[in-house]
């Protein structure tokens, strides 16, 4: 029958009706229990010693941020600042500081009183729980030892009724032996005296067995109502002793036990004090308050920085227009272009960041309200990037707006009517004249730029003086070189010098009034001589270019310079553009020479370029082949204009 049944039925187990003959068994209980009440006395020592070190602990932190709270406080301080005319119902008690620092503060002086209260604790735990519980064990180990030496003394009375009964039994023993011996001395006896004093000692041989035998017979009543007592009476009281021993103990650590709950909840409690008073702290902490608390602490008379004004140059006594010479024109012209471009481009850039940040504005919507979705944190950080490079961008556009503003303010929203250039950065491989200043274009490194739709060549730093005349024809650079405008006075300020020190200005009405197919003879007065056979017919598809057929011997005005054209002029006709990789230089007439064959390939199937440094080519294509000594596999050739490899096996020899 299990325990619970026991104490249902009303019914009580005692260690002397069911556990017979057990006293060291009942003593080891008994010591194994005021063990553990040394044990849990072990415990509350450490416990205690833990919550005062941590007390302390708490207490010296709570010091050190109090500490730092009143140097910031004393460094910031929000007293003597008047209300604004816009706060009039601003509180006046929050004159002491913000509401983050009252919660603040109010955490600092709770925590602190959670560490006393939790000092106060670990001294009670001493006191209730750990002293009471020493004076328990020792009391009860005390009363352990007493019924020890009592069960010591009955045993041992119980085996002295023993050696007794031992005794007597010995006794009877050796007068039975001693009677048989007179028996058989006296039946020997030879004459009628002496049988007559044998007779004598053999009665008085039985007398003393008979005494012996019921002095035995008494020891062994002795030892059997002993050893019956002992069994059913004192063993069975001295058990029961030891159960309320046992139980005594048990209900002295029960009640210690109360005390330590008691104390415990005592803590708790104070701590949930201390716990609602930091919670109504920080309730009460409301942002738009500290915010007001800041401006009216932070408040002091501002006035907006003028604008930085024009400052002249130390050498010319200089106006802050702008120069809107002709000149000048095509410089802000080009600007002009540059920045609607950039200006179109930074508001379609920030269209698409609106878009985002309201997607991204829904999406933190959804995550607020079920927070399973994801975390509305991580998306306000995006909204937080995406409302900077917003920023960023209209910042930029508000720039370029102001420099279009003041360009169309100056010289109108027209400007040089003409069509601007589609410039794209460039390498020169080979030197190339820059069709703006003359001078050498050569870098690979992508030193200037050409135009993609005629051809024109110019250095980075000549691209915003080139004049916005594109003819939209290839090749038509070159028609253009003597079109552009000269460098002409860029200051205001150089109508203060002497006429004859200032540079004559090219008037813009001359950029459509000079000839369209003007050539500088003196940059090609050594070129006219060198002659070249066309290879394939050409039709010619504008005013600046040359139709030819194949076998037409032609003299190259110009060469290639880059553009994938030359300026030719055939016998009787004016000089005009052709494809230069549909013509074969021949020689020149000052130094002939033999020019070598061309050699020719013909493509036997598709191939599409997969880098710039590849030719795409198509069965049937008449390919130049200029170079074998490339890659392994691969050969150099000029098709259309464009010089590039293509797979050797794709082509066969014409």
């Given at each position: 029958m299990d325990s619970a049944s026991v104490y249902s039925q009303g019914q009580q187990l005692s260690f002397g009706a069911e556990l017979k003959d057990q006293v060291p068994v009942i003593n080891q209980h008994l010591v194994n229990g005021i063990s553990f009440l040394n044990e849990f006395r072990d415990f509350c020592k450490e416990r205690a010693n833990i919550e005062r070190d941590y007390a302390h602990r708490i207490e010296g932190l709570v010091r050190k941020y109090q500490h730092k709270k009143?140097?910031?406080?004393?460094?910031?301080?929000?007293?003597?600042?008047?209300?604004?005319?816009?706060?009039?119902?601003?509180?006046?008690?929050?004159?002491?500081?913000?509401?983050?620092?009252?919660?603040?503060?109010?955490?600092?002086?709770?925590?602190?009183?959670?560490?006393?209260?939790?000092?106060?604790?670990?001294?009670?735990?001493?006191?209730?729980?750990?002293?009471?519980?020493?004076?328990?064990?020792?009391?009860?180990?005390?009363?352990?030892?007493?019924?020890?030496?009592?069960?010591?003394?009955?045993?041992?009375?119980?085996?002295?009724?023993?050696?007794?009964?031992?005794?007597?039994?010995?006794?009877?023993?050796?007068?039975?032996?001693?009677?048989?011996?007179?028996?058989?001395?006296?039946?020997?006896?030879?004459?009628?005296?002496?049988?007559?004093?044998?007779?004598?000692?053999?009665?008085?041989?039985?007398?003393?067995?008979?005494?012996?035998?019921?002095?035995?017979?008494?020891?062994?009543?002795?030892?059997?109502?002993?050893?019956?007592?002992?069994?059913?009476?004192?063993?069975?009281?001295?058990?029961?002793?030891?159960?309320?021993?046992?139980?005594?103990?048990?209900?002295?650590?029960k009640g210690i036990w109360e005390n330590y709950i008691g104390l415990e909840s005592k803590l708790t409690a104070d701590m949930g004090a201390h716990l609602d008073s930091m919670v109504q702290a920080v309730r009460a902490v409301d942002a738009s308050v500290d915010s007001a608390v800041f401006v009216r602490s932070q408040r002091k008379p501002w006035t907006l920085p003028p604008d930085q004004p024009?400052?002249?140059?130390?050498?010319?006594?200089?106006?802050?227009?702008?120069?809107?010479?002709?000149?000048?024109?095509?410089?802000?012209?080009?600007?002009?272009?540059?920045?609607?471009?950039?200006?179109?481009?930074?508001?379609?850039?920030?269209?698409?960041?609106?878009?985002?940040?309201?997607?991204?504005?829904?999406?933190?919507?959804?995550?607020?309200?079920?927070?399973?979705?994801?975390?509305?944190?991580?998306?306000?950080?995006?909204?937080?990037?995406?409302?900077?490079?917003?920023?960023?961008?209209?910042?930029?556009?508000?720039?370029?707006?102001?420099?279009?503003?003041?360009?169309?303010?100056?010289?109108?929203?027209?400007?040089?009517?003409?069509?601007?250039?589609?410039?794209?950065?460039?390498?020169?491989?080979?030197?190339?004249?820059?069709?703006?200043?003359?001078?050498?274009?050569?870098g690979i490194a992508k030193q200037g730029f050409t135009c993609r739709d005629c051809g024109y060549n110019c250095h980075s730093k000549c691209e915003m003086k080139v004049p916005p005349n594109c003819s939209n024809v290839k090749g038509g650079a070159k028609a253009q070189r003597n079109s552009m405008i000269q460098p002409s006075s860029t200051f205001n300020t150089m109508s203060s010098l002497p006429p004859e020190l200032a540079p004559a200005a090219t008037p813009i009405a001359e950029l459509s009034s000079r000839p369209s197919t003007e050539v500088d003879t003196g940059s090609s007065a050594s070129l006219n001589q060198m002659q070249a056979h066309v290879i394939y017919d050409y039709d010619a598809s504008g005013p600046a270019e040359l139709t030819v057929r194949a076998g037409d011997v032609v003299v190259v005005v110009e060469p290639d310079d880059g553009s994938g054209w030359v300026a030719c002029q055939l016998k009787g006709s004016q000089p005009g553009l052709i494809p230069a990789s549909y013509i074969e230089i021949e020689q020149f007439h000052e130094a002939p020479s033999e020019t070598p064959s061309v050699q020719q390939v013909r493509a036997m199937y598709d191939y599409d370029a997969q880098s710039d440094l590849e030719l795409s080519i198509r069965q049937g294509d008449v390919i130049v082949l200029t170079s074998t000594d490339c890659s392994e596999g691969w050969w150099e050739g000029t098709l259309r204009g464009v010089t590039a490899q293509f797979p050797a096996s794709y082509v066969e020899k014409i």
């Open positions: 009143e140097k910031k406080t004393t460094m910031t301080p929000t007293t003597g600042v008047p209300p604004s005319p816009l706060e009039p119902d601003f509180d006046p008690s929050l004159s002491d500081g913000t509401t983050t620092l009252r919660a603040w503060t109010s955490i600092l002086n709770d925590t602190e009183a959670l560490s006393r209260d939790r000092q106060m604790y670990s001294e009670a735990l001493i006191t209730r729980v750990y002293d009471p519980l020493k004076g328990l064990a020792t009391k009860k180990d005390d009363a352990r030892k007493k019924h020890i030496h009592f069960a010591q003394k009955l045993l041992s009375e119980r085996d002295r009724s023993a050696q007794e009964r031992d005794k007597a039994k010995t006794r009877y023993d050796a007068s039975c032996d001693e009677v048989e011996s007179s028996k058989q001395k006296q039946e020997r006896a030879y004459d009628e005296k002496n049988q007559e004093k044998l007779r004598k000692t053999y009665f008085q041989d039985i007398l003393d067995m008979n005494n012996n035998k019921n002095s035995y017979i008494l020891a062994l009543q002795v030892l059997n109502t002993h050893r019956k007592k002992y069994y059913e009476q004192d063993l069975p009281e001295l058990s029961n002793n030891m159960q309320a021993l046992d139980e005594s103990r048990i209900e002295g650590l024009f400052e002249s140059s130390s050498t010319f006594n200089d106006t802050e227009e702008l120069v809107i010479d002709d000149n000048a024109q095509v410089f802000l012209s080009n600007k002009l272009m540059k920045l609607r471009r950039k200006q179109a481009q930074a508001t379609v850039d920030i269209n698409s960041r609106l878009k985002d940040m309201e997607g991204l504005q829904n999406l933190k919507e959804a995550y607020t309200g079920n927070n399973s979705m994801g975390d509305p944190e991580e998306v306000q950080e995006n909204i937080l990037e995406t409302s900077r490079a917003i920023t960023v961008l209209q910042t930029m556009r508000a720039l370029y707006e102001a420099e279009i503003n003041t360009i169309v303010q100056n010289m109108g929203e027209t400007g040089v009517q003409n069509q601007p250039h589609d410039f794209k950065a460039a390498s020169f491989t080979i030197p190339t004249s820059c069709d703006y200043c003359q001078s050498t274009i050569w």
